[in-house]
């Protein structure tokens, strides 16, 4: 048990369908991500949030969209996905706040979301 | 930029064999290193991690040294268990909330 949570664990979902995934963490922490994780790939960072603001966007399709109503909470919105974006979609979160080493660097992840696009 | 190479997998070795998954890196000033396990169905648990060089990470018998002139942070662990059978990923972090990981290594022990 890392403190972080996700839900749903899996889900299948339609090319025209509308679902979300949600992360909260338990820990304090003040910073949060969006990874995804492909066969055979490494994983990708996808979104950061650091105090609810988003510092991070690398390059990801509109189709995601992520929100972050609070540092315990974290949202990821999809719409008309493709069946590419089949894959584990984890969520981590760190202390965030100040550049550095250490503890505050330190990412903890929750179990992931396995998603499959029909 | 900033990189990080793990040796290819899967390793598979016997019940109480030595083991070492190789891990360099490249970047810019004095990242953090970090590695990670993933088992089946799960997300990743860090393992273990160092934050200069010459410090070494250990946890559940498992260790890694932060070698500065090698650019390396390789994993060891003297005798596995088949409960350590899981994906290893090596990573580094700066200040930036950035981490870059390496692919992964599968490693599968036999009973």
């Known amino acids: 048990e890392t403190g972080v949570t996700q839900t749903p664990r899996h889900l299948v979902m339609g090319m025209t369908n509308k679902k979300s995934l949600k992360c909260e963490q338990h820990?304090?922490?003040?910073?949060m991500y969006w990874y995804k994780q492909s066969a055979k790939k490494p994983l990708e960072l996808m979104f950061v949030y650091n105090f609810k603001e988003q510092t991070e966007n690398n390059s990801v399709p509109s189709r995601f969209s992520p929100e972050c109503p609070n540092s315990s909470h974290l949202f990821l919105h999809l719409h008309t996905l493709q069946p590419e974006d089949s894959a584990l979609y984890l969520c981590?979160?760190?202390?965030?706040?100040?550049?550095?080493?250490?503890?505050?660097?330190?990412?903890?992840f929750g179990p992931g979301t396995r998603l499959l696009v029909l | 930029g900033d990189s990080v190479t793990q040796m290819e997998g899967p390793v598979t070795l016997s019940e109480e064999a030595f083991l070492t998954i190789n891990c360099t890196y490249t970047a810019t000033g004095y990242p953090s290193l970090f590695w990670y396990v993933q088992y089946p169905g799960e997300g990743l648990q860090l393992l273990l991690k160092a934050t200069k060089a010459d410090d070494k990470g250990s946890n559940k018998g498992f260790e890694a040294t932060y070698r500065k002139e090698t650019t390396s942070f390789h994993l060891e662990k003297g005798s596995v268990q088949v409960s350590d059978s899981a994906v290893y990923f090596c990573?580094?972090?700066?200040?930036?909330?950035?981490?870059?990981f390496g692919t992964g290594t599968r490693l599968k022990v036999l009973a």
């Open positions: 820990l304090g922490h003040n910073a």
């Open positions: 990573a580094l972090g700066k200040g930036t909330y950035k981490y870059i």
């Open positions: 981590a979160s760190s202390q965030g706040l100040l550049p550095g080493g250490g503890e505050q660097e330190t990412q903890y």
